[in-house]
């Protein structure tokens, strides 16, 4: 399910902050508002999703997590997680030198312009461009909990969210309470995969590795879960053929 060569360097990362249309009072509390006015060619949220696969989009975001630096080809690129004030964008091997890679922290404001493209359910913006701008940001958990089994899950793709009070269930037979790997073929350093219930549904959720390692809490965590544990957690809704959140804290209730 990799779709990424080998990463050079890998960082962790994490964000915090409720979007405007969910949680404008917790973003005014913090001090932290992002700006809601775009700049000229610019698309709104809501015009993005509209936007029909393989078109040209030009977008105004915030980094909320980078996944790893790497060359292709002689070029550097990285993946990024990132989110404005209505919804979120995943940037997909966007081209960036070493040094941009390193100015891109957490918060900051780029205006991009790539290709709207789609991925086993994925929607992400790949062959992109961009510029940093004056602005920073940073999104607070949304708890989508209540929205796991609704339809409307889909229409938070990509945010930082949160689940709360959620059951580890056995990965097979054996009990297992995670894998190394989608099919147990992995080894420590690989994707983190394991089963967390909620109101009678199962679910598979993912510390993917290139984001979060194996030197990581959130890693650790996982490591030491047991068939059973109530947990709440934070990450970001990945998508690949259906929910698949890349999980960045577990907390053992």
């Known amino acids: 399910m990799k779709r990424t060569a080998k990463i050079v360097v890998s960082v962790i990362l994490m964000a915090a902050m409720a979007v ?32 029909a696969l393989d078109s040209e989009v030009t977008i105004e975001t915030y980094i909320q997590a980078k996944q790893g630096w790497w060359e292709n080809d002689g070029v550097g690129v990285a993946t990024f997680y990132t989110q404005d004030a209505d919804g979120a964008y995943f ?4 081209p960036c030198t070493s040094d941009e890679y390193d100015k891109l922290s957490v918060g900051t404001k780029i205006k ?3 290709f709207k493209s789609e991925w086993s359910g994925e929607v992400e913006i790949i062959d992109a461009t961009f510029v940093i701008e ?4 940073v999104a607070a958990p949304l708890d989508v909990t209540d929205k796991l089994a609704s339809d409307d899950l889909i ?32 080894s420590q350093g690989d994707d983190l995969y394991f089963k967390v219930s909620s109101n009678g549904q199962t679910y598979t959720f993912t ?8 030197d990581t809490a959130v890693y650790k965590a996982v490591e030491g879960l047991s ?27």
């Open 227 to 253: 068939v059973g544990d109530t947990v709440d957690m934070e990450g970001f809704l990945y998508w690949y053929e259906g929910v698949n959140p890349h999980i960045t804290n577990v907390t053992v209730k």
């Open 112 to 114: 991009v312009t790539g």
């Open 91 to 94: 940037l997909y091997n966007m």
């Open 155 to 186: 229409n938070y793709q990509n945010m930082f969210v949160s689940f709360k009070g959620m059951t580890v269930e056995a990965m097979d037979d054996t009990g297992a309470a995670f894998f190394y790997s989608w099919d147990n073929s992995g």
């Open 134 to 137: 004056d602005g920073n940001y």
């Open 20 to 51: 405007s249309a969910f949680g404008c009072k917790k973003t005014e509390e913090n001090g932290n508002t992002p700006d809601t006015k775009k700049g000229e060619g610019v698309m709104t949220y809501a015009e993005y999703s509209a936007a």
């Open 207 to 214: 510390v993917e590795s290139y984001l979060t390692g194996s």
